[in-house]
């Protein structure tokens, strides 16, 4: 479909991002704190309750590639897009019982970062090190991403150039660095309210002029066994069966390992209010569920968009008028600016607490650590617009690919570290490098897609690139471990108390004051 400028459509997108920029900006008087800290700043102080910390999560995992990528996945590969569907629901049992442990500790001795926690659980600054650059090696093409979703709604309404996404950068990174997480914080109100308006909007709307959900699931049946590759509307083999549930599986143990993920944790004021988002973030996997349909929707609307990105565009161009075009397309756009705000300020944190001041300025003072964080808060997002300007898209699709695929290598660290310390610090370390090295090398060589073939004895079995790395990963570890304490090579000092991962006095505080705020 022709993009031709559309005068209407960008004065209605235009009013509604400067309102978001004004609530951006005023957001830093919301709950006031020094935001000459690093706590106050990149963490909000700890006291978001359930409604905040559910917008905020909600914000930071539900992106506006989310929004552009799983209709185009699934307008290509069908049943497969679909993946994104069953592991946002598996990740919520595991954000209900995990999760709180960690948000426990950190808030005894003030860790910012998923780095800070395995720093103190194993001594290992070594260790600490791996996690940082495997946070923010995955967070970077993220962000470039989200630039990515601006960018194609904007050239959707016949904005083309470099200028308008600039100019979007330069108001994300000014009211990140004045307000820090404060800013995407409201700003995901505004968001929320804007995307469920248009999901609900497009799903009635749309099924009723392609003739009901029946004509739109045929069409695609008839249209995708002629994809290339060719595509299905259900998987069919055993092959698509276990890729399917291996990366939904995969997936839901990453998602909450990504650093940005986590800045909503640690920002929460109890383990309650996680429990809570647990909970409540369903809706948006019914959301999600929603949004997914949109390209099969796109398939009976026999759209032929200019590349798989444009589907959700297109499809709000053929149907609605200039004045919802703008309001949709400013949903997706404001849907960019709160995940790459978190992004920043977690890949900021990551790289102040657990590069900078470990290893350059031991003893930074609190308030130079905050200034530090700002700085490279805005060199984070310059990298990623110049990454989004300089080289090709599909380069920052496979590095976020391959972003999953590593951020899964910190799980023996992080998450198992929650429950014991059995693991030797240079066994993780090790088994991170191997768990690495595997996932990428699966990757690469399927073209970057994210499930592998793998065959031994004559036996084949298909699954997520991730998972095969991460069960390397724990094989490793495992192993040294034994060879270490064989050894009698010394441990790293456990800073944390059993005592440190119990939130029973913060759920008593919190019966219902949660939901009140």
């Not at 997706?332 to 920043?344: D, F, R, T, W, Y």
């Given at each position: 479909m022709p993009h031709k400028f559309d005068p209407?459509?960008?004065?209605?997108?235009?009013?509604?991002?400067?309102?978001?920029?004004?609530?951006?900006?005023?957001?830093?008087?919301?709950?006031?704190?020094?935001?000459?800290?690093?706590?106050?700043?990149?963490?909000?102080?700890?006291?978001?309750?359930?409604?905040?910390?559910?917008?905020?999560?909600?914000?930071?995992?539900?992106?506006?590639?989310?929004?552009?990528?799983?209709?185009?996945?699934?307008?290509?590969?069908?049943?497969?897009?679909?993946?994104?569907?069953?592991?946002?629901?598996?990740?919520?049992?595991?954000?209900?019982?995990?999760?709180?442990?960690?948000?426990?500790?950190?808030?005894?001795?003030d860790y910012v970062t998923p780095a800070d926690f395995a720093r103190g659980r194993y001594g290992s600054g070594g260790l600490a090190l791996a996690i940082a650059f495997t946070g923010i090696l995955a967070t970077m093409p993220y962000i470039a991403l989200q630039l990515v979703g601006i960018q194609v709604v904007l050239a959707a309404m016949g904005i083309s150039g470099e200028i308008p996404l600039i100019v979007a950068f330069l108001i994300l990174a000014l009211y990140t660095i004045w307000s820090g997480l404060r800013a995407p914080a409201l700003v995901a109100v505004v968001k929320d309210i804007l995307i469920y308006t248009t999901v609900i909007v497009m799903v009635i709307y749309i099924p009723v002029q392609l003739g009901g959900f029946g004509h739109i699931f045929d069409a695609a049946a008839k249209a995708l066994p002629h994809n290339q590759p060719p595509a299905t509307l259900i998987p069919s083999s055993g092959a698509a069966f276990s890729g399917y549930s291996t990366l939904a599986l995969g997936s839901a143990f990453a998602l909450f390992l990504y650093p940005h993920a986590l800045t909503g944790v640690f920002s929460a004021k109890s383990g309650n209010s996680i429990r809570w988002n647990a909970t409540l973030l369903t809706t948006y996997s019914i959301a999600l569920a929603i949004i997914a349909l949109f390209g099969y929707m796109a398939i009976a609307a026999s759209l032929k968009p200019a590349s798989s990105s444009f589907t959700v565009p297109d499809l709000v161009l053929k149907f609605f008028p200039s004045w919802f075009t703008g309001f949709a397309f400013a949903?997706?756009?404001?849907?960019?600016?709160?995940?790459?705000?978190?992004?920043?300020i977690a890949a900021a944190n990551l790289f102040t607490r657990n590069v900078y001041k470990e290893y350059f300025r031991r003893n930074i003072s609190d308030r130079e650590e905050s200034t530090v964080a700002k700085i490279v808060s805005l060199i984070v997002k310059i990298g990623a617009l110049a990454f989004v300007i300089g080289l090709p898209t599909q380069y920052a699709i496979n590095l976020q690919l391959l972003g999953g695929v590593w951020i899964l290598q910190t799980l023996p660290a992080i998450m198992i570290g929650l429950y014991t310390r059995w693991f030797h610090r240079w066994a993780l370390i090790i088994g991170w490098l191997v768990g690495m090295v595997t996932g990428t090398y699966m990757a690469a060589s399927q073209a970057f897609s994210p499930v592998y073939p793998l065959s031994i004895g004559g036996l084949s079995f298909t699954a997520y690139a991730g998972m095969f790395a991460v069960i390397a990963n724990l094989i490793v570890s495992a192993g040294l471990t034994l060879v270490f304490n064989a050894l009698g090579d010394t441990r790293g000092e456990d800073e944390t108390t059993s005592a440190d991962y119990q939130d029973i006095e913060e759920q008593k505080a919190e019966p219902a004051g949660g939901l009140a705020r």
């Open positions: 209407v459509a960008l004065a209605v997108f235009a009013v509604l991002f400067f309102f978001v920029t004004v609530v951006g900006f005023v957001s830093s008087r919301w709950r006031r704190g020094d935001l000459s800290l690093l706590s106050e700043w990149g963490l909000a102080g700890r006291r978001f309750g359930t409604w905040v910390t559910w917008f905020l999560v909600g914000g930071d995992i539900y992106t506006a590639y989310t929004f552009i990528a799983v209709p185009a996945l699934v307008f290509g590969a069908g049943s497969t897009g679909f993946f994104a569907v069953p592991y946002t629901i598996l990740v919520f049992p595991i954000l209900f019982f995990v999760f709180p442990r960690l948000w426990a500790v950190a808030r005894r001795h949903a997706v756009g404001i849907g960019a600016l709160v995940p790459a705000a978190i992004m920043s």
